[in-house]
């Protein structure tokens, strides 16, 4: 469950993590001081202001909910143009089945960059050996191709963006490897 609340949280841009937490650390700082604070300067809290205080929190809650739906929205890929400029790339890994998914990018050059790259010390993934802890287990996440090229450039939470030490090319042989490795019997 925490595995996936990283995920989630990982994919946010940083504006929208800012705006989270504010938002909630004005309903923290809400609840605590109400709890706490006006308790022990009024021992008859909430008395006759009862009405008032009920509506304040009824407009915290509405506020969280809003900022959930508001900021914890994807945002949209800008990279549509280059992805009609990347030449496609048709993989056929393994055998049987016939089922192999079609990718953009190398596979194999995507698996010695996902070595060289470092992502081994943090994720876990069979086809390449590696058994990291940090970042999610990619053989049980299976994410999409857009999602594995959008976190790589990205970054998000512990994992850093890659965006401007890799080439573009890169980014996509990385994420072909790992949707091939993933989403393959």
């Known amino acids: 469950m925490l595995s996936t609340v990283?995920?989630?949280?990982?994919?946010?841009?940083?504006?929208?993590?800012?705006?989270?937490?504010?938002?909630?650390?004005?309903f923290i700082v809400f609840a605590l001081v109400s709890s706490f604070v006006i308790p022990r300067r009024s021992p008859n809290f909430p008395g006759r202001g009862l009405g008032w205080y009920v509506t304040l929190c009824v407009l915290f809650f509405i506020a969280m909910i809003a900022a959930v739906i508001v900021f914890g929205k994807e945002a949209k890929e800008a990279g549509g143009a280059e992805q009609q400029t990347t030449t496609a790339v048709t993989s056929s890994r393994g055998g049987g089945g016939g089922g192999a998914p079609k990718v953009?990018?190398?596979?194999?050059?995507?698996?010695?960059?996902?070595?060289?790259?470092?992502?081994?010390?943090?994720?876990?993934?069979?086809?390449?050996?590696?058994?990291?802890?940090?970042?999610?287990?990619?053989?049980?996440?299976?994410?999409?191709?857009?999602?594995?090229?959008?976190?790589?450039?990205?970054?998000?939470?512990?994992?850093?963006?890659?965006?401007?030490?890799?080439?573009?090319?890169?980014i996509q042989d990385v994420a072909a490897f790992v949707y091939t490795a993933t989403h393959n019997s």
């Open 6 to 26: 990283a995920l989630v949280v990982a994919g946010l841009s940083s504006g929208h993590k800012l705006g989270l937490s504010l938002v909630g650390a004005a």
């Open 104 to 170: 953009v990018g190398d596979p194999a050059a995507g698996k010695a960059v996902f070595e060289s790259a470092g992502c081994t010390g943090c994720h876990t993934l069979k086809a390449a050996n590696a058994s990291g802890h940090v970042g999610p287990n990619l053989d049980q996440l299976k994410p999409a191709e857009n999602a594995v090229k959008n976190q790589v450039i990205h970054g998000g939470g512990p994992m850093p963006a890659f965006g401007k030490t890799l080439s573009a090319k890169q």
